[in-house]
């Protein structure tokens, strides 16, 4: 393997540059000089054969080739760091590390038990949680970076992907107690009653590959009358739709523990309502124990209808 010209210091520098901007301000945060810092950066720009920064009276901004390079930085920072981590637990006694991520923050709700019985059955393997990987699971899994991955949607194998289904997740809208459909106890709309309505969903949620965005699509390329995007995290699109302040889209399994308090009412969208496959993805050939455990844990403590839904107490 050829050894790199890039060295960590070079990596810190990129990282503290491209978060601070300045030279000076990047040189306090590493406990170096200026003109110490400044020439790290000469003699990197030396060794690639070119600038990687325009000056900028007091700004240093990045060529093309120096946004490459730094991004690369802050992986590479982000992965050493991650490693350091991993080996100091099992240093301390540790048997392994398995790294997990799931494409929806909603999954953090009920993987939380999950893990606690898991760690129960398996108590010298430490499980993490890489929640950057959620975005692209399958380049974290190639570069072994991530061990097992909760995908939705088409998830599909390749020669060195194994994606196996998991549970069917129907999404349900979600509105307050004073909202019409709450009060007239409407068990379904149509897709495009959505359209009239004011709606708190994530980023996501409206992408055209996604369960509400093909059904939207297909009523005659509808938009909601207004779509506020927030983090589907931290209750706040419930509490919004509590208000009565609009309608929110999500799992069924999500939001029942929250029915049964009352100020919500759930209705099916569609006459056969919106659903989202979910399924585990892992680098395909044989598993270590520690791996196929975590996957058979997954089977049976699923939210879904085959698995044992985990409620809230």
Known sequence: MPSPLVETRHLLLLAAIEELGSLNAAARKLHLSASALSQQLRELEDRLGGPLFHRQWRR????????RLTEAARSVLSEL???????????????GTLRVATACLQSYRWLPELLRGFSRDWPGLE?????????????????????????????????????E???????????????????????????????EEH????????????PLGRALAKAGNLSPRKATLIPMTGGVALEMVRANLGVTVLPQW?????LSEGGLHAVR??????WLDWAVATRAGEREPALSAFVDALRAHHPGPRGRMIRRR
């Open 254 to 258: 999500a939001v029942a523990p929250w």
């Open 81 to 95: 760091v991650r490693a350091e981590a991993e080996t100091r637990e099992l240093l301390s006694g540790a048997s």
């Open 127 to 163: 499980v993490t949680i890489v929640a950057e990987a959620g975005e692209a699971p399958t380049e974290w899994l190639l570069s072994r970076r991530l061990d097992v991955a909760l995908v939705a949607g088409e998830a599909r194998p390749g020669p060195r992907i194994q994606v």
């Open 269 to 274: 969208v569609g006459p056969r309502g919106l």
């Open 199 to 210: 709606v708190w969903v994530d980023e996501g949620a409206l992408a055209a590959h996604t």
């Open 165 to 195: 289904p998991l549970f069917r997740d129907e999404l349900v809208a979600v509105v307050g107690r004073e909202h019409a459909w709450a009060t007239s106890r409407r068990k379904e709309v149509e897709v495009r009653a959505l359209a």
């Open 60 to 67: 240093l901004e990045p060529t093309s080739a120096g946004r």
